[in-house]
């Protein structure tokens, strides 16, 4: 089967129960509950672990097996009466347009937060009681007090980190239908390395073999010890070494930061990773245009941009090089808000002055620095006692004096 740029996650997704393997109680569990769905005493099933155990590949191969419809949701559909409400219309109440049945998803139900997600646990409960197709939950993290009211409604099943056993035979499978040289100890090294992790391990498979091959020693070295929760580095070396814009698209689904900080991150490293002119070109323009929508999230509160936000910084920066390089860069946290930091601080003297002036001239600071302060340094260079003249006038201390002395 020859490789292509369609992420290996898809690709060798699991497509019947069978398939999923390290999560034998759990998959029957669930075989049980789609199948016998209207005699269960709760409607509901709450799938809960770390991300890349098989969660939601468990659903989606569960539905292949038993032909249903698949309706996939995600938490954040249930923030407004409107959304809600075209679940309750399109996915809950119609009948299947082939006359199948349909096996409900809703992802990440964990993610829920905050004023703007208040009372969207308690709606998706609602849906539980009046649903006549089977409804699974997938959650992180199951103890968060704002899930209380589903899983009083919904039956938990843990789904726990996979044997790195598991992951080195599928990451061999793979190895055999896509033409790859690896050793069966890289294979077991790079397994071990995700923290029972299947799809990060596959992913990370694919960026490391793309065009060679083969699965070098030095190489998974260069990915460095993983924490359980995937961390920014990681993300940056999926989005920066990945030609797929599928997995550079899913380098950020599970890094905890805002995506403003992912920004500053990228902004700091690209220089190191894209050095060809034009390649940086497009990726700044990516990176711009990604700014262009935060600040329209400000201004108008439209947070439907931060889907275009992500396509940016995820899709449009991977895409924007011609190929992937292969030297290694060791990425560094954003030096820039430290840059600001120590560049208000040295004009912090700078505003106390134009402060002052501003006060006196009855003008802005803004137009204190542009058009009065470079003045003060010509005055004092011309003519010495008039200039202390006008600094007593202007109440200007001493180290503020000294400041116009050395800046102008």
Same mark, same amino acid.
């Given at each position: 089967?020859?490789?292509?740029?369609?992420?290996?996650?898809?690709?060798?997704?699991?497509?019947?129960?069978?398939?999923?393997?390290?999560?034998?109680?759990?998959?029957?569990?669930?075989?049980?509950?789609?199948?016998?769905?209207?005699?269960?005493?709760?409607?509901?099933?709450?799938?809960?672990?770390?991300?890349?155990?098989?969660?939601?590949?468990?659903?989606?191969?569960?539905?292949?097996?038993?032909?249903?419809?698949?309706?996939?949701?995600?938490?954040?559909?249930?923030?407004? #009466?409107?959304?809600?409400?075209?679940?309750?219309?399109?996915?809950?109440?119609?009948?299947?347009?082939?006359?199948?049945?349909?096996?409900?998803?809703?992802?990440?139900?964990?993610?829920?937060?905050?004023?703007?997600?208040?009372?969207?646990?308690?709606?998706?409960?609602?849906?539980?009681?009046?649903?006549?197709? #089977?409804?699974?939950?997938?959650?992180?993290? #199951?103890?968060?007090?704002?899930?209380?009211?589903?899983?009083?409604?919904?039956?938990?099943?843990?789904?726990?980190?996979?044997?790195?056993?598991?992951?080195?035979?599928?990451?061999?499978?793979?190895?055999?239908?896509?033409?790859?040289?690896?050793?069966?100890?890289?294979?077991?090294?790079?397994?071990?390395?995700?923290?029972?992790?299947?799809?990060?391990?596959?992913?990370?498979?694919?960026?490391?073999?793309?065009?060679?091959?083969?699965?070098?020693?030095?190489?998974?070295?260069?990915?460095?010890?993983?924490?359980?929760?995937?961390?920014?580095?990681?993300?940056?070396?999926?989005?920066?070494?990945? &030609?797929?814009?599928?997995?550079?698209?899913?380098?950020?689904?599970?890094?905890?930061?805002?995506?403003?900080?992912?920004?500053?991150?990228?902004?700091?490293?690209?220089?190191?990773?894209?050095?060809?002119?034009?390649?940086?070109?497009?990726?700044?323009? &990516?990176?711009?245009?990604?700014?262009? &929508?935060?600040? +329209?999230?400000?201004?108008?509160?439209?947070?439907?941009?931060?889907?275009?936000?992500?396509?940016?910084?995820?899709?449009?920066?991977?895409?924007?090089?011609?190929?992937?390089?292969?030297?290694?860069?060791?990425?560094?946290?954003?030096? +820039?808000?430290?840059?600001?930091?120590?560049?208000? &601080?040295?004009?912090?003297?700078?505003?106390?002055?134009?402060?002052?002036?501003?006060?006196?001239?009855?003008?802005?600071?803004?137009?204190?620095?542009?058009?009065?302060?470079?003045?003060?340094?010509?005055?004092?260079?011309?003519?010495?006692?008039?200039?202390?003249?006008?600094?007593?006038?202007?109440?200007?201390?001493?180290?503020?004096?000294?400041?116009?002395?050395?800046?102008?």
């Amino acid at each position: 089967m020859p490789s292509s740029s369609q992420p290996w996650t898809k690709k060798y997704a699991p497509q019947k129960l069978s398939d999923i393997k390290g999560q034998d109680k759990a998959v029957q569990r669930i075989r049980e509950f789609v199948l016998n769905y209207k005699k269960q005493k709760k409607k509901a099933l709450l799938l809960y672990g770390p991300t890349g155990t098989g969660k939601t590949a468990a659903l989606h191969a569960a539905a292949q097996e038993f032909d249903f419809e698949t309706i996939e949701l995600n938490a954040s559909d249930f923030r407004t #009466p409107e959304q809600i409400q075209a679940v309750q219309g399109n996915a809950i109440k119609q009948r299947s347009l082939f006359g199948k049945e349909k096996l409900i998803i809703i992802d990440e139900v964990d993610g829920l937060s905050g004023t703007q997600d208040r009372g969207g646990a308690g709606e998706i409960a609602k849906l539980m009681e009046i649903s006549p197709f #089977p409804i699974v939950l997938t959650a992180n993290d #199951p103890e968060e007090d704002k899930l209380k009211a589903l899983k009083a409604k919904a039956e938990l099943l843990s789904f726990e980190p996979l044997p790195h056993t598991v992951i080195a035979e599928q990451l061999e499978h793979i190895s055999k239908h896509e033409g790859i040289t690896a050793t069966t100890d890289d294979l077991k090294h790079l397994a071990r390395r995700t923290g029972g992790d299947m799809r990060a391990a596959i992913t990370d498979f694919q960026i490391l073999t793309i065009g060679s091959k083969q699965l070098k020693h030095e190489d998974i070295q260069m990915l460095g010890d993983r924490d359980k929760e995937e961390e920014l580095k990681e993300a940056l070396f999926r989005i920066f070494k990945t &030609m797929s814009p599928e997995i550079a698209l899913a380098a950020l689904d599970n890094v905890d930061e805002e995506y403003n900080e992912v920004m500053l991150w990228i902004d700091e490293n690209l220089p190191q990773e894209y050095q060809l002119p034009q390649e940086r070109a497009k990726a700044y323009d &990516m990176l711009s245009k990604a700014d262009i &929508m935060q600040r +329209r999230i400000r201004r108008w509160q439209h947070w439907r941009f931060l889907v275009y936000i992500k396509a940016y910084i995820s899709m449009g920066i991977a895409l924007s090089k011609d190929a992937k390089h292969p030297h290694q860069v060791e990425y560094q946290r954003t030096t +820039r808000l430290l840059q600001i930091w120590k560049a208000n &601080m040295t004009f912090a003297k700078r505003k106390d002055i134009a402060a002052k002036i501003g006060e006196i001239c009855h003008t802005s600071s803004k137009r204190a620095i542009k058009d009065i302060l470079p003045y003060l340094g010509i005055i004092f260079a011309k003519n010495k006692y008039r200039a202390e003249e006008l600094f007593a006038y202007l109440d200007l201390n001493d180290e503020e004096i000294e400041w116009v002395r050395k800046r102008y």
